[in-house]
């Protein structure tokens, strides 16, 4: 199984920050990737596919890039609904994969 | 739009069987999939497998094979988990998830999952 590794666990920012999240995967993914975002009591959206598509619906201040072994999701102008647990996940190959998950909160 | 409705909560003992629905509507796909994550309390997704069931092809993950069954009823647009000998650390939330692609193989689908249902508690305890 590909190991996906994400960091920081959880962090805190204040609202118009700049955050990035950084996944790590333990072997070559290409672009195999997508991100999810989980806020809490509901299931998780999907919010960026093969590293930096952002899926239909999202707002633009989601960026995803990387490829490789090490990708991030950057939020510009973080926002209070922006409140939730990201998740990275990989497709590369099965069994898919999910990172740890970053749990991000507002100062 | 595609929606994805499952069934509820359910109890079960330990070494007991649970079984889990998922209903789907909408979408163009005809060769959709349909695969089950898991999270357990407080914890990140964790991949059981899936099932393509226009071709009827299925995915398990290494973890769970011999324990999970996922099986698909195309006349009624409803996909089944299935997972025999619980233990306590199977209690989790169970979710569906829609999977678009063309491919009957599974190594050749784009592995994003694009509309999730909205979860089943399943807790094991004696």
């Known amino acids: 199984d590909i190991q996906m590794t994400q960091s920081p666990s959880s962090l805190s920012a204040s609202v118009g920050d700049r955050v990035t999240i950084t996944c790590q995967a333990r072997?070559?993914?290409?672009?195999?990737l997508s991100w999810y975002q989980q806020k809490p009591g509901e299931a998780p959206k999907l919010l960026i596919s093969?590293?930096?598509n952002l899926e239909t619906g999202v707002t633009s201040r989601f960026i995803g890039s990387g490829s490789g072994t090490h990708f991030t999701l950057t939020i510009n102008g973080l926002r209070a609904e922006d409140v939730a647990t990201y998740y990275c996940?990989?497709?590369?190959?099965?069994?898919?994969?999910f990172g740890q998950g970053t749990k991000l909160e507002i100062k | 739009q595609v929606h994805l409705v499952q069934s509820g909560a359910e109890v079960r003992k330990p070494g007991s069987s649970v079984k889990v629905s998922c209903q789907t509507s909408?979408?163009?796909?005809?060769?959709?999939?349909i695969v089950w994550v898991r999270q357990a309390p407080g914890q990140g997704l964790q991949y059981l497998g899936g099932?393509?069931?226009?071709?009827?092809?299925?995915d398990y993950a290494q973890t769970f094979q011999g324990r999970v069954t996922i099986t698909a009823d195309r006349s009624t647009n409803t996909a089944y988990l299935e997972l025999s000998s619980l233990r306590s650390e199977d209690s989790a939330l169970y979710y569906c998830?829609?999977?678009?692609?063309?491919?009957?193989?599974?190594?050749?689908?784009?592995?994003?999952?694009?509309?999730w249902g909205q979860g089943t508690l399943v807790t094991v305890s004696s």
């Open positions: 998830a829609w999977q678009s692609g063309y491919s009957s193989d599974w190594s050749q689908r784009s592995g994003y999952f694009q509309h």
């Open positions: 099932i393509i069931p226009v071709f009827g092809t299925v």
């Open positions: 093969d590293a930096s």
């Open positions: 909408g979408g163009a796909f005809a060769t959709y999939a």
């Open positions: 072997l070559d993914i290409s672009n195999y």
């Open positions: 996940q990989q497709y590369d190959s099965l069994p898919y994969t």
